[in-house]
Protein backbone atom coordinates (compact mmCIF):
# COMPACT_ATOMS: atom_id res chain seq x y z
CA UNK A 1 0.00 0.00 0.00
CA UNK A 2 2.89 2.51 0.89
CA UNK A 3 4.47 1.98 -2.25
CA UNK A 4 0.94 2.36 -4.53
CA UNK A 5 0.89 5.63 -2.67
CA UNK A 6 4.54 6.59 -3.58
CA UNK A 7 4.36 5.54 -6.58
CA UNK A 8 1.41 7.84 -7.05
CA UNK A 9 2.88 11.01 -5.30
CA UNK A 10 5.73 10.29 -7.82
CA UNK A 11 3.32 10.29 -11.06
CA UNK A 12 1.25 13.30 -9.65
CA UNK A 13 4.36 15.34 -9.03
CA UNK A 14 5.99 14.78 -12.57
CA UNK A 15 2.41 15.52 -14.36
CA UNK A 16 2.27 18.71 -12.22
CA UNK A 17 5.85 19.60 -13.46
CA UNK A 18 4.80 18.96 -16.62
CA UNK A 19 1.94 21.42 -16.95
CA UNK A 20 4.99 23.68 -15.23
CA UNK A 21 7.13 23.32 -18.58
CA UNK A 22 3.87 23.63 -21.00
CA UNK A 23 3.02 26.29 -19.33
CA UNK A 24 6.33 27.81 -19.22
CA UNK A 25 6.91 27.47 -22.61
CA UNK A 26 3.02 28.84 -23.57
CA UNK A 27 4.46 31.53 -21.54
CA UNK A 28 7.37 32.04 -23.94
CA UNK A 29 5.29 32.23 -27.13
CA UNK A 30 2.68 35.00 -25.74
CA UNK A 31 5.60 36.38 -25.13
CA UNK A 32 7.25 36.04 -29.06
CA UNK A 33 3.13 36.73 -30.28
CA UNK A 34 3.37 39.95 -28.08
CA UNK A 35 6.85 41.54 -29.43
CA UNK A 36 7.20 39.66 -32.73
CA UNK A 37 10.15 38.57 -32.21
CA UNK A 38 9.50 35.17 -33.31
CA UNK A 39 12.80 33.49 -32.36
CA UNK A 40 12.02 34.52 -28.23
CA UNK A 41 10.42 30.90 -28.45
CA UNK A 42 13.79 29.47 -29.09
CA UNK A 43 12.77 25.83 -29.99
CA UNK A 44 15.44 23.67 -27.60
CA UNK A 45 13.93 25.54 -25.20
CA UNK A 46 11.11 22.67 -24.43
CA UNK A 47 14.49 20.39 -24.31
CA UNK A 48 15.74 21.71 -21.79
CA UNK A 49 12.40 22.66 -19.24
CA UNK A 50 11.44 19.38 -19.25
CA UNK A 51 14.90 17.72 -18.45
CA UNK A 52 15.52 20.59 -15.89
CA UNK A 53 12.71 20.89 -14.04
CA UNK A 54 11.41 17.33 -14.32
CA UNK A 55 15.09 16.14 -12.91
CA UNK A 56 16.92 18.76 -10.89
CA UNK A 57 19.83 16.60 -9.87
CA UNK A 58 20.18 15.94 -13.22
CA UNK A 59 23.49 16.70 -15.52
CA UNK A 60 21.86 19.30 -17.26
CA UNK A 61 20.27 20.87 -14.05
CA UNK A 62 23.64 20.69 -11.86
CA UNK A 63 24.97 23.63 -14.72
CA UNK A 64 22.91 26.91 -14.61
CA UNK A 65 25.32 28.90 -14.97
CA UNK A 66 26.34 27.30 -18.38
CA UNK A 67 22.97 26.64 -18.75
CA UNK A 68 22.64 30.57 -19.29
CA UNK A 69 26.05 31.29 -20.96
CA UNK A 70 27.04 28.40 -23.22
CA UNK A 71 23.80 28.64 -25.67
CA UNK A 72 24.12 32.66 -25.30
CA UNK A 73 28.01 32.64 -26.87
CA UNK A 74 26.90 30.35 -29.38
CA UNK A 75 23.79 31.95 -30.67
CA UNK A 76 25.92 35.00 -30.51
CA UNK A 77 28.82 33.46 -32.94
CA UNK A 78 26.18 31.67 -35.12
CA UNK A 79 24.48 34.99 -35.64
CA UNK A 80 27.74 36.57 -36.40
CA UNK A 81 28.17 33.41 -39.46
CA UNK A 82 24.96 34.36 -40.95
CA UNK A 83 25.60 37.81 -40.78
CA UNK A 84 29.20 37.53 -42.70
CA UNK A 85 29.22 33.98 -44.29
CA UNK A 86 26.47 32.26 -46.95
CA UNK A 87 24.61 29.20 -45.58
CA UNK A 88 27.08 25.73 -46.86
CA UNK A 89 27.76 22.69 -44.98
CA UNK A 90 31.59 24.31 -43.87
CA UNK A 91 29.48 27.52 -42.16
CA UNK A 92 27.14 24.76 -40.25
CA UNK A 93 30.96 22.78 -39.34
CA UNK A 94 32.35 25.67 -38.35
CA UNK A 95 29.56 26.89 -36.11
CA UNK A 96 29.50 23.47 -34.89
CA UNK A 97 33.00 23.05 -33.93
CA UNK A 98 33.41 26.35 -32.60
CA UNK A 99 29.65 25.61 -30.15
CA UNK A 100 31.75 22.39 -29.09
CA UNK A 101 35.15 24.47 -28.17
CA UNK A 102 32.39 26.77 -25.79
CA UNK A 103 31.00 23.87 -24.16
CA UNK A 104 34.67 22.91 -23.65
CA UNK A 105 36.09 25.80 -22.11
CA UNK A 106 33.13 26.29 -20.28
CA UNK A 107 33.38 22.92 -19.12
CA UNK A 108 30.22 21.69 -19.21
CA UNK A 109 27.51 19.04 -21.47
CA UNK A 110 25.36 21.80 -22.74
CA UNK A 111 25.07 20.44 -25.90
CA UNK A 112 21.60 22.14 -27.21
CA UNK A 113 23.79 25.51 -27.23
CA UNK A 114 25.13 23.02 -30.16
CA UNK A 115 21.63 23.94 -31.83
CA UNK A 116 21.29 27.85 -30.39
CA UNK A 117 24.48 28.33 -32.81
CA UNK A 118 23.33 26.67 -35.72
CA UNK A 119 19.66 27.69 -35.68
CA UNK A 120 20.19 31.86 -37.00
CA UNK A 121 21.98 29.88 -39.78
CA UNK A 122 19.27 27.75 -40.78
CA UNK A 123 16.43 29.94 -40.41
CA UNK A 124 18.65 32.89 -42.07
CA UNK A 125 17.93 35.46 -38.97
CA UNK A 126 20.45 38.55 -38.93
CA UNK A 127 18.86 40.16 -35.67
CA UNK A 128 20.64 40.32 -32.73
CA UNK A 129 18.25 40.21 -30.48
CA UNK A 130 18.67 36.43 -31.17
CA UNK A 131 21.03 36.04 -28.65
CA UNK A 132 19.48 38.63 -26.15
CA UNK A 133 16.14 36.93 -26.17
CA UNK A 134 17.92 33.19 -25.58
CA UNK A 135 19.75 34.95 -22.47
CA UNK A 136 16.52 36.06 -20.97
CA UNK A 137 14.44 32.53 -21.78
CA UNK A 138 17.14 30.58 -19.84
CA UNK A 139 17.78 33.38 -17.30
CA UNK A 140 13.99 32.37 -16.56
CA UNK A 141 14.65 29.44 -17.23
CA UNK A 142 17.45 29.09 -14.46
CA UNK A 143 15.08 31.50 -11.94
CA UNK A 144 12.29 28.40 -12.22
CA UNK A 145 15.08 26.08 -11.63
CA UNK A 146 16.22 27.35 -8.28
CA UNK A 147 12.55 27.80 -7.04
CA UNK A 148 12.51 24.07 -8.03
CA UNK A 149 15.78 22.93 -6.12
CA UNK A 150 13.91 25.30 -2.91
CA UNK A 151 10.58 24.26 -2.85
CA UNK A 152 10.57 20.56 -4.08
CA UNK A 153 7.46 18.45 -4.81
CA UNK A 154 6.60 16.51 -1.64
CA UNK A 155 7.83 13.35 -3.29
CA UNK A 156 11.60 14.29 -3.54
CA UNK A 157 14.23 16.96 -4.46
CA UNK A 158 15.43 13.88 -6.81
CA UNK A 159 14.02 13.28 -10.30
CA UNK A 160 10.49 12.29 -10.03
CA UNK A 161 10.43 10.01 -13.47
CA UNK A 162 12.20 6.93 -13.97
CA UNK A 163 15.20 6.06 -12.03
CA UNK A 164 16.66 3.98 -14.60
CA UNK A 165 15.78 6.43 -18.08
CA UNK A 166 17.17 9.20 -15.57
CA UNK A 167 20.70 7.29 -15.45
CA UNK A 168 20.53 6.74 -19.10
CA UNK A 169 19.69 10.71 -20.17
CA UNK A 170 22.71 11.44 -17.25
CA UNK A 171 24.77 9.19 -19.86
CA UNK A 172 23.88 10.97 -22.85
CA UNK A 173 23.94 14.50 -22.07
CA UNK A 174 27.89 13.91 -19.97
CA UNK A 175 30.65 14.78 -21.67
CA UNK A 176 31.73 12.21 -24.69
CA UNK A 177 34.90 9.59 -23.59
CA UNK A 178 34.91 7.20 -26.55
CA UNK A 179 37.75 8.27 -29.04
CA UNK A 180 36.31 9.09 -32.67
CA UNK A 181 32.78 10.57 -31.84
CA UNK A 182 34.00 13.75 -33.25
CA UNK A 183 35.00 12.46 -36.85
CA UNK A 184 31.60 10.83 -36.77
CA UNK A 185 30.07 13.66 -35.76
CA UNK A 186 31.44 16.03 -38.43
CA UNK A 187 30.86 13.25 -41.00
CA UNK A 188 27.58 14.00 -40.48
CA UNK A 189 27.32 17.55 -39.98
CA UNK A 190 29.11 17.36 -43.48
CA UNK A 191 26.97 14.69 -45.21
CA UNK A 192 23.83 15.78 -44.54
CA UNK A 193 25.07 19.83 -44.89
CA UNK A 194 26.04 19.48 -48.29
CA UNK A 195 22.82 17.33 -48.93
CA UNK A 196 20.67 20.52 -47.40
CA UNK A 197 22.77 23.07 -49.40
CA UNK A 198 22.14 21.58 -52.25
CA UNK A 199 18.81 20.67 -52.37
CA UNK A 200 17.30 23.72 -50.67
CA UNK A 201 16.21 21.38 -48.26
CA UNK A 202 17.72 23.48 -44.95
CA UNK A 203 16.27 21.11 -42.51
CA UNK A 204 17.56 17.68 -43.12
CA UNK A 205 20.44 19.04 -40.71
CA UNK A 206 18.23 20.71 -38.23
CA UNK A 207 19.47 21.85 -35.17
CA UNK A 208 18.36 19.47 -32.66
CA UNK A 209 19.65 16.55 -34.84
CA UNK A 210 23.22 17.44 -34.55
CA UNK A 211 22.26 17.66 -30.73
CA UNK A 212 20.87 14.23 -30.68
CA UNK A 213 23.81 12.92 -33.29
CA UNK A 214 26.45 14.78 -30.17
CA UNK A 215 25.03 12.74 -27.82
CA UNK A 216 24.29 9.11 -29.60
CA UNK A 217 27.90 9.07 -31.44
CA UNK A 218 29.28 10.45 -27.48
CA UNK A 219 27.94 7.66 -26.12
CA UNK A 220 27.19 4.74 -28.25
CA UNK A 221 26.99 2.05 -25.99
CA UNK A 222 24.87 3.20 -23.89
CA UNK A 223 21.58 0.63 -23.68
CA UNK A 224 18.10 2.22 -22.79
CA UNK A 225 17.63 5.50 -24.52
CA UNK A 226 15.12 3.97 -26.79
CA UNK A 227 13.48 0.50 -27.05
CA UNK A 228 13.15 0.08 -30.66
CA UNK A 229 15.82 3.13 -32.00
CA UNK A 230 14.91 1.90 -35.46
CA UNK A 231 11.61 3.62 -35.00
CA UNK A 232 13.57 7.14 -34.33
CA UNK A 233 12.80 8.89 -37.46
CA UNK A 234 8.75 8.14 -36.93
CA UNK A 235 8.65 9.74 -33.57
CA UNK A 236 10.57 13.05 -34.70
CA UNK A 237 7.92 12.59 -38.31
CA UNK A 238 5.23 12.67 -36.11
CA UNK A 239 6.61 15.33 -33.12
CA UNK A 240 7.29 17.32 -36.27
CA UNK A 241 3.96 17.11 -37.64
CA UNK A 242 2.08 17.82 -34.60
CA UNK A 243 3.96 21.10 -34.27
CA UNK A 244 3.22 21.63 -38.16
CA UNK A 245 -0.58 20.84 -38.28
CA UNK A 246 -0.62 23.04 -34.58
CA UNK A 247 0.96 25.84 -36.20
CA UNK A 248 -0.93 25.31 -39.14
CA UNK A 249 -4.46 25.05 -37.50
CA UNK A 250 -4.33 26.63 -34.02
CA UNK A 251 -4.96 30.37 -32.76
CA UNK A 252 -3.76 31.99 -31.26
CA UNK A 253 0.29 30.64 -31.43
CA UNK A 254 0.47 30.36 -27.60
CA UNK A 255 -2.26 27.66 -27.18
CA UNK A 256 -0.68 25.84 -29.79
CA UNK A 257 2.81 25.79 -28.57
CA UNK A 258 1.34 24.42 -25.24
CA UNK A 259 -0.40 21.65 -27.14
CA UNK A 260 2.63 20.87 -29.15
CA UNK A 261 4.25 20.19 -26.04
CA UNK A 262 2.44 18.10 -24.29
CA UNK A 263 1.83 16.23 -27.52
CA UNK A 264 4.94 15.97 -28.12
CA UNK A 265 6.48 14.54 -23.97
CA UNK A 266 3.09 12.01 -24.42
CA UNK A 267 4.84 10.48 -27.88
CA UNK A 268 8.24 10.61 -26.40
CA UNK A 269 6.61 8.73 -23.63
CA UNK A 270 4.91 6.18 -25.57
CA UNK A 271 7.96 5.38 -27.93
CA UNK A 272 10.06 5.24 -24.27
CA UNK A 273 12.50 7.48 -26.04
CA UNK A 274 14.68 8.99 -23.77
CA UNK A 275 16.04 12.06 -26.00
CA UNK A 276 15.01 15.72 -24.93
CA UNK A 277 16.40 17.09 -27.72
CA UNK A 278 13.25 15.49 -29.67
CA UNK A 279 10.84 17.97 -28.39
CA UNK A 280 12.58 20.58 -29.81
CA UNK A 281 11.56 19.55 -33.12
CA UNK A 282 7.78 20.11 -32.36
CA UNK A 283 8.66 23.84 -31.81
CA UNK A 284 10.89 24.68 -35.12
CA UNK A 285 7.66 25.20 -37.29
CA UNK A 286 6.83 28.26 -35.13
CA UNK A 287 9.80 29.97 -35.54
CA UNK A 288 10.06 28.75 -39.37
CA UNK A 289 8.56 31.45 -42.18
CA UNK A 290 5.69 29.35 -44.25
CA UNK A 291 6.41 25.74 -42.77
CA UNK A 292 4.96 23.25 -45.17
CA UNK A 293 5.16 19.48 -45.59
CA UNK A 294 8.55 19.64 -46.30
CA UNK A 295 9.91 20.48 -42.61
CA UNK A 296 8.45 16.95 -41.86
CA UNK A 297 9.81 15.65 -44.85
CA UNK A 298 13.41 16.94 -43.97
CA UNK A 299 13.23 15.76 -40.14
CA UNK A 300 12.22 12.14 -40.99
CA UNK A 301 15.13 12.43 -43.63
CA UNK A 302 17.73 13.46 -41.52
CA UNK A 303 16.94 11.44 -38.90
CA UNK A 304 16.94 8.30 -41.28
CA UNK A 305 20.99 9.31 -41.81
CA UNK A 306 21.28 9.74 -38.12
CA UNK A 307 19.95 6.44 -37.20
CA UNK A 308 21.55 4.70 -39.98
CA UNK A 309 25.18 6.15 -38.82
CA UNK A 310 24.46 5.25 -34.84
CA UNK A 311 23.73 1.73 -35.99
CA UNK A 312 26.70 1.55 -38.95
CA UNK A 313 29.09 3.76 -36.26
CA UNK A 314 28.53 1.10 -33.09
CA UNK A 315 29.03 -1.90 -35.66
CA UNK A 316 32.68 -0.20 -36.58
CA UNK A 317 33.85 0.41 -32.89
CA UNK A 318 32.19 -3.54 -32.28
CA UNK A 319 34.46 -4.89 -35.34
Request: glycine share 6%.
Amino acid sequence: MMRYTGSLKRVSSRLLLELVVVSFMGSIAFAAHLTGIAVVLFPELAALSHDVLLRPSGEWARQPAQLVFAPTLTAAFGLFCTRHLHYSALTILLIVIVSLAVIKLLRCSMSPAISAGVLPLVLNEHSWLYPIAIFFDLSLLALILMLRKRYPPSTSLHSVGNAKGSKVLDTLEAVPQNRFWFVALMGLVLVLGAAAQFTGMRFLLFPPLIVMGYELFGHPEVPGWMKRPALLPFVCLITAGTGLIAEHTLHPGFVAVMITVLCSVGVLRLFDLHMPPALAIGILPFVIESPDYRYALSVFLGTVVLTLSHLGYKRLRIS
